[in-house]
């Protein structure tokens, strides 16, 4: 079989994980020679309060909804906060800049951050947050058993994937993993 058409060929794999294998020498060296704008601004000064801001703003959009019970809106504040946390921490891959050759393509922003270093204090307190939200509404829920379940589910959601042991480790449910040859 030609190189080509090996290369034409899908990979085949009956596996949901895979793990991402590490960057080539060329990636490393793109990723060393200018700074990752897409993850640096984690260690902002002010980038922290955000979250409480953006936590603040849910909350009071939430508040304001005719109808709307406490219970509910901590519980949506809390599913808005993991879900937006989520897609922008876990699920999207690469950096919206084109000016690093793709060096960061294959990895997210969390495996971004402080070059894939795991618990600096940014790291620690973004894992911080939405465990320190989980137990905010579920005190505001009144421990009721079926927002604690709601709420429990969307924070392992996305506590999970920022643990050490998942660093670079990929559950492909909707994507298919890239083409290794």
């Not at 901590?74 to 690469?94: D, P």
Request: proline share 6%.
């Amino acid at each position: 079989m030609s190189l080509e058409a090996k290369e034409a060929r899908r990979r085949r794999s009956s596996s949901l994980v895979y793990k991402e294998p590490p960057e080539s020498l060329e990636q490393l060296s793109d990723q060393a020679a200018l700074p990752n704008l897409n993850a640096e601004w984690v260690n902002a000064k002010g980038a922290w309060i955000i979250h409480f801001v953006l936590i603040f703003i849910g909350k009071i959009l939430f508040d304001i909804i005719p109808g709307m019970s406490q219970e509910t809106s901590w519980t949506l504040v809390n599913l808005s906060y993991t879900a937006g946390s989520y897609l922008m921490f876990h699920y999207v891959r690469g950096v919206p800049f084109d000016f690093n050759s793709g060096a960061y393509d294959n990895l997210n922003m969390w495996e971004q951050i402080d070059n894939g270093d795991q618990y600096t204090p940014a790291k620690k307190f973004l894992l911080f947050v939405p465990i320190a939200l989980f137990l905010i509404s579920t005190h505001y829920t009144h421990y009721d058993s079926t927002y604690f379940i709601v709420n429990c589910m969307a924070t392992i959601a996305v506590v999970i994937p920022k643990l050490p042991s998942l660093h670079r480790l990929r559950v492909s449910f909707f994507n298919s993993p890239p083409d290794n040859i």
